[in-house]
């Protein structure tokens, strides 16, 4: 099997590697996910779950439901936000990468911000 990219946790009790290029490159800047990585916004690209394979010690992997559908999963050993979901959308298929936690090199060809109505009051408005 290809891989594409690869990825862990800050302290590698997580692994994770995904056999397909990456796609949907956002930056989302709503308050969930300024809560969840601590900053401004979180930047995430999707892949389908069957080509995305997760290797967790200790069962360190921890989900939690942010919102009806919405499961954000994260190490519970040093607390990296690592993925989401939305097992009620238009791609229930698919799991969004939080892309801070890839290892290999990834060129962005093309990327979006979503929820700016949110945007941190705090951020320079030159990054949209």
């Given amino acids: 099997m290809d891989v594409f990219t690869q990825g862990s946790c800050l302290c590698g009790a997580i692994t994770y590697h995904v056999s397909t290029p990456l796609k949907a490159v956002t ?29 967790a010690v200790r069962d360190t992997l921890k989900s939690y439901e942010s919102s009806p559908g919405i499961t954000r999963q994260f190490c519970s050993e ?27 090199p990834f060129k962005v060809k093309s990327q979006a911000h979503s929820c700016i109505e949110s945007k941190a009051p705090w951020l320079g408005g030159q990054f949209l």
């Fill in 27 to 55: 930056h989302c800047h709503c308050k969930k996910c300024q809560k969840g990585h601590g900053a401004a916004f979180a930047t995430y690209a999707s892949a389908r779950r069957s080509e995305v394979t997760i290797r």
């Fill in 78 to 104: 040093c607390g990296s936000s690592l993925f989401w979901s939305d097992a009620e959308g238009k791609y229930p298929e698919w799991i969004s990468i939080a892309l801070g936690t890839l290892d290999t």
